[in-house]
């Protein structure tokens, strides 16, 4: 264990520097959602493929249709149908219409579309609202239309390539992938995409006080909230999450159990067990390699030959044999922090401690980060904004520690109000919470109208 005090900010940035984002695979669309590409697509047909009709109406020359009015209509002749799909779209010769339906490609001899509430469509009658469905009233396919307005060459027309040309640039890499970029990987006909994946992140709850939602609360027992909140937030940030419940506090048992996971994990996230009391299990298990039983997990851990790995007594120093390195940060709550990698592909495991609330601020602070830093995308962090504290009286921080209270923040005025007090088991008032107000170390009483740096929860 670490005997220094470390900064959050050393704390992260020693987390980030184990962090390699995953190699690249090739993935379906949507499971691709929310992944940073890693190729430059370019579009390999142009969109649209061809000439195509905006409106339900009727492809005309336009010298038919110049000077119509609803009093003096162009009379044209129905040639047929060009439907969506369709093959077949017959010419348009003078005096000539086709039927046209929205996105259908424009047949030959057509230079525009009028809309189909600008004609008669075909009834004989006055303004035609809607064409007949084609299996109901196949006639509508034939016989004469009137139009009530003349149109300019290319009206209602989409050229072929008007979005996007052969050859362009759909998406450069290191794009990360939402619905419309998605749509866009479709519409060129991509079905797979070469995008680094969503980290799997194993969550597991330690405490033999653990009991789970549904199950009826035995005396001197709580639910475990950790892993719940824990899943949802790696969700959140992105990970695709395994939740572990409730593993009781016996190193040999959590040992195992870790090993376990260790298969289907990017990064493991562990909660309570890290402070100081006779049962803190995850220190127990993970904090010396001359403990650990299990071979796999003695594997990964930092080689303290290898002067890069770090070491005791705060950030860059040595340590030898520890696989998991449990420190103090100064920062509240949040104190007790465990970090390392284990196992044989040096699997990131951030050890958090047990209150729910520390565990959640943690996440926040550390975990999610590191999700994203997997992931490949640049930007690792919440936003933070300046906000103007709005409460009845001053609020104290503990000295030389980073304090993260819960607030709302209202945009409106810019001001920020604390929810719930300091205390890191409250979690209802976390729950009523959008964002964390940062009271810097040095700061022991925050007055109200003072300016504070507020981070946006999602
Ligand atoms: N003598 C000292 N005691 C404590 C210190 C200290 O410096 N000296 N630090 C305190 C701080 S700060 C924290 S934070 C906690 C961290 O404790 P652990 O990580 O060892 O967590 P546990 O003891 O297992 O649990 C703490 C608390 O949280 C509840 N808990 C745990 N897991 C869950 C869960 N999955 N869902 C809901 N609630 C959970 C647990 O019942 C305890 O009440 O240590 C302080 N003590
Ligand atoms: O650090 Mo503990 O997380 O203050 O409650």
Redesign the pocket.
């Known amino acids: 264990m670490s005997s220094a005090i470390w900064s959050v900010d050393d704390h992260l940035e020693d987390i980030l520097a184990a962090i390699r984002p995953l190699d690249p695979i090739e993935l379906h669309l949507l499971d691709a959602q929310g992944c940073v590409l890693v190729e430059d697509v370019t579009v390999p047909v142009a969109l649209p493929p061809f000439d195509n009709s905006s409106m339900d109406g009727y492809a005309v020359r336009v010298a038919d249709v110049r000077g119509a009015t609803e009093e003096f209509p162009a009379v044209l002749t129905v040639v047929g149908d060009v439907a969506a799909g369709g093959g077949w779209a017959p010419a348009v010769g003078p005096g000539q219409a086709a039927r046209i339906m929205t996105g259908a490609p424009l047949p030959p001899g057509a230079e525009a579309v009028v809309p189909v509430e600008w004609t008669d469509g075909g009834t004989g009658g006055g303004a035609a609202t809607a064409m007949l469905p084609a299996q109901a009233a196949p006639e509508g396919a034939s016989g004469e239309v009137r139009v009530h307005r003349p149109v300019d060459e290319g009206a209602y027309i989409r050229p072929r390539g008007s979005d996007v040309m052969a050859g362009d640039l759909a998406l450069v890499r290191g794009t990360v992938l939402g619905p419309p970029q998605i749509g866009l990987l479709a519409a060129i006909g991509r079905a797979t995409v070469r995008v680094r994946p969503r980290p799997r992140v194993v969550v597991l709850?330690?405490?033999s006080?653990?009991m789970q939602p549904g199950e009826s609360l035995a005396e001197g027992r709580?639910?475990?909230?950790?892993?719940y909140a824990l899943a949802a937030a790696a969700r959140d940030a992105g990970a695709l999450a395994y939740r572990v419940g409730?593993v009781t506090?016996d190193a040999d048992t959590l040992r195992a159990t870790i090993e376990d996971q260790l298969i289907r994990a990017d990064l493991l996230v562990t909660?309570?067990?890290?402070?100081?009391?006779a049962?803190?299990v995850?220190?127990e298990a993970l904090s010396g390699v001359g403990e650990l039983t299990a071979g796999e997990l003695t594997a990964g851990g930092p080689d303290a030959d290898d002067p890069a790995d770090g070491a005791p007594g705060g950030p860059g120093a040595q340590r030898p044999g520890g696989v998991v390195d449990f420190r103090?940060i100064a920062m509240?709550?949040?104190?007790?922090q465990g970090f390392g990698t284990i196992g044989p592909d040096h699997t990131p495991l951030l050890a958090?401690?047990?209150?729910?609330v520390?565990?959640y601020v943690s996440f926040e602070l550390f975990v999610r980060p590191a999700i994203r830093a997997l992931m490949g995308l640049e930007d690792l962090h919440r936003p933070r904004v300046r906000a103007e504290l709005k409460a009845d009286g001053p609020l104290s921080s503990p000295p030389g520690k980073r304090q993260f209270l819960r607030g709302r923040y209202d945009p409106d005025s810019g001001t920020v109000t604390p929810v719930g007090g300091a205390g890191?088991?409250l979690?209802a008032a976390l729950a009523h919470a959008d964002c964390l107000l940062v009271v810097p170390e040095h700061d022991t009483a925050l007055q109200p109208g003072a300016g504070v740096d507020v981070v946006l929860l999602g």
Do not use: C, F, R
């Open positions: 709850s330690t405490g006080e653990l709580i639910y475990d909230s950790n892993s409730a506090d909660t309570g067990g890290v402070s100081v009391g049962y803190d995850v220190k103090t509240q709550p949040g104190k007790p958090l401690p047990g209150n729910p520390s565990s890191s088991h979690v």
